[in-house]
């Protein structure tokens, strides 16, 4: 399996923006070695009607675009989306430093292709990093958000029944049990039953 099927396979996608063409053909070239699938457009505009459509990966921007200097597209890709984002740049102004600031990766033209290579690489495992504390804080939120949810549960059944706090604890337990549902199931339940 060639590394563009495989990344078809695992949805891994890599969007180059850039408004050369000599940019994305060097970015097609280039994503024979890694296993990313590529797409592409030549304008921020047209890259963010494409993010707000497909999950990315990892977001290359060759600046400067037609219709962006690079740096500002590349904090809003960097705030709104939990892909690597690289951008490229003749001359590092301010706006890079904001980039930066912001998590970008940058990196100055001219540009080995191994060091580009390298910088992608790179942003990929940014990406799955960020993922993966982004799927670990939802757990914990979820878990939280539970937590919360069987508590007021249980002060319910407290306050109306005259239950002990592990008396409700355990009565949550066994319906949810009994019952095949969860416990924020169950809570959720009494709450409707209780609260008014």
């Known amino acids: 399996m060639d590394s563009e099927n495989s990344a078809a396979a695992h949805g891994r996608r890599m969007l180059v923006v850039s408004g050369s063409e000599k940019g994305i053909e060097f970015f097609e070239e280039l994503a024979k070695d890694i296993p990313l699938s590529m797409i592409h457009a030549r304008s921020a505009a047209e890259a963010a009607v494409l993010l707000s459509r497909t999950p990315i990966d990892v977001i290359v921007i060759n600046a400067p675009l037609a219709d962006d200097e690079g740096g ?6 960097a705030q709104s989306s939990f892909a690597g984002v690289l951008l490229l740049v003749r001359t590092e102004t301010a706006q890079t430093k904001k980039a930066e600031e912001a998590g970008v990766l940058v990196l100055t033209k001219p540009a080995g292709k191994a060091a580009i290579l390298t910088a992608v690489k790179l ?8 993922f993966a504390a982004r799927s670990t ?3 914990l939120k979820s878990k939280m958000d539970e937590w919360k949810i069987v508590n007021r549960a249980k002060w319910l059944l407290i306050g109306k029944l005259g239950m002990s706090e592990a008396d409700a604890h355990r009565y949550i337990e066994k319906l949810a049990m009994d019952t095949r549902q969860t416990r924020r199931e169950i809570a959720d339940g009494i709450i409707k039953t209780y609260e008014n």
């Open 123 to 130: 942003s990929c495992a940014v990406s799955r990093r960020l």
């Open 137 to 139: 804080a939802d757990s």
């Open 72 to 77: 500002a597209f590349a904090v809003r890709c």
